[in-house]
C-alpha cells in the first residue's frame, strides 16, 4: 500500500512538472523569449507531452491520451523539419566563420535569411565605412583588414579583424558618433539598415542574436577605450 502511494505520488510529481514545461513554454513564446520554428521550443512541447502521457499510467484517460501522443508526434516532425531544412542549408566557409564569430547560436535558416539580405565587399585602403554625424545606412561585419574611427578629424580607436561596425546607432536611426575608414584593403559583409531593422522586428531568433553580437561588441569596443584613456593619462603623467 505505501509503494503504491509513493508510486502514484511519481506519477503526480511527473505529470506537474508536464504542466510546468507547457505553461513555461507558452510563456515563452507569447512574451517573446522563443521563437515557435525552433529546437527549443519544440523540444518543450515533446517533454511536456511525454511527462504527461506518463502520468496517466496511474489513472489513464483515452482522451488525454490521444493528446498527448499527437502532440509528441507533432513535436517530433517539427524538429525533423528543423534539422531537413538545415541540412538543405549550404555555407561558404566565409559565411561560417561570420557566423561562428558573431552569431553562433543563430540556426543554419535564419542565418541563410540574414546574409541573403546582404553583400560581401572588397574596399581598398580609405574607403569610407560610416561618416560622423550622418545616419549610418549599413551594418558592417569587418571580415579582413582593418579600420579607424575618428572623431573631428582626431583618431579614437580602432576596428580590428572580426568586428561589428556600426552596431551602437543602426538599430535607432541616430547619427554616427564616429566616421570609420579602412586602413588597410579589407573585406567585409555589409547589410543596409533598413533590412536590419525589419529582420530584428519580424525574427525572434535573429533578434536575440543581434542583441547578443551588438552587446559583446559594444563592450569590447568600451573596455578598448578605456585601456586607450589610462594609456594616454599615464604617458600624460609621466611627461
Not at 507547457?22 to 511527462?51: D, I
Not at 559565411?95 to 552569431?103: H, P, V
Not at 583618431?155 to 556600426?166: E, Q, T
Amino acid at each position: 500500500m505505501e509503494l503504491h502511494f509513493y508510486d502514484d505520488t511519481l506519477y503526480a510529481a511527473i505529470g506537474l512538472l508536464g504542466v510546468v514545461l507547457y505553461v513555461s513554454a507558452y510563456a515563452a513564446l507569447q512574451l517573446g523569449l522563443v521563437a515557435g520554428q525552433t529546437y527549443r521550443y519544440s523540444a518543450l512541447n515533446l517533454a511536456a507531452a511525454s511527462c504527461v502521457l506518463f502520468s496517466l499510467m496511474a489513472d489513464f484517460n483515452l482522451s488525454s491520451a490521444l493528446i498527448q501522443t499527437f502532440w509528441i508526434a507533432l513535436s517530433v516532425v517539427g524538429i525533423s523539419r528543423l534539422r531537413w531544412i538545415a541540412a538543405k542549408v549550404k555555407l561558404t566557409t566565409e559565411e561560417a566563420d561570420f557566423l561562428q564569430n558573431k552569431f553562433p547560436a543563430l540556426s543554419k535558416s535564419a542565418a541563410r535569411k540574414f546574409l541573403d539580405s546582404g553583400c560581401w565587399v572588397d574596399a581598398p585602403a580609405g574607403d569610407k565605412l560610416i561618416i560622423e554625424d550622418q545616419p549610418v545606412t549599413e551594418l558592417v561585419y569587418l571580415a579582413k583588414g582593418e579600420a579607424e574611427a575618428s572623431f573631428k578629424g582626431k583618431r579614437v580607436g580602432v576596428c580590428p579583424k572580426g568586428a561589428l561596425i556600426g552596431e551602437v546607432t543602426c538599430l535607432t536611426g541616430a547619427p554616427a558618433t564616429a566616421s570609420i575608414t579602412t586602413t588597410t584593403p579589407s573585406r567585409y559583409f555589409c547589410i543596409g539598415t533598413g533590412r536590419v531593422r525589419q529582420l530584428y522586428r519580424q525574427n525572434l531568433e535573429i533578434r536575440s542574436a543581434l542583441d547578443s553580437a551588438f552587446a559583446t561588441d559594444t563592450g569590447l569596443k568600451l573596455r578598448e577605450a578605456n585601456r586607450s584613456i589610462d594609456t594616454c593619462a599615464f604617458e600624460h603623467a609621466a611627461e
